[in-house]
């Protein structure tokens, strides 16, 4: 059984990871946002800055939207299930897009690799 001080440590590395990934994107984030329209396609470093810079924007949008909807007049249990089906599907869309996305990515790495 992992003593304490393991299971310290592993959420530390966790915790470290996250904050390595979280400086990472920031940085992508503010290199796509002073990118040129059509930029992207310089190369695979240009493609993430970039659509990082894409998905900041959507998410700011999201949550202001979110926020928006959330600071509404109470509502009856009936609204809350609408708006929880409606984030549901959003979800499943985007999960949707990540998988093909992912797809792509991997046929794109097979075709490089062959």
């Given at each position: 059984m992992p003593s304490n001080d393991q299971f310290i440590r592993l959420?530390?590395?966790?915790?470290?990871?996250?904050?390595?990934?979280?400086?990472?994107?920031?940085?992508?984030?503010?290199?796509?946002?002073?990118q040129a329209p059509g930029e992207m396609g310089a190369g695979p470093e240009a493609f993430v800055n970039g659509l990082s810079a894409l998905v900041a924007d959507e998410k700011e949008r999201l949550k202001a939207s979110l926020s928006a909807a959330g600071s509404g007049p109470a509502q009856d249990g009936s609204d809350l299930g609408v708006h929880l089906d409606e984030l549901r599907f959003e979800v499943a869309e985007l999960r949707g897009q990540i998988e093909s996305m992912q797809a792509s990515l991997d046929a794109l790495l097979r075709r490089s690799e062959g």
């Open positions: 959420l530390a590395a966790w915790a470290l990871v996250h904050e390595t990934a979280d400086e990472g994107w920031k940085a992508a984030i503010e290199r796509g946002v002073v």
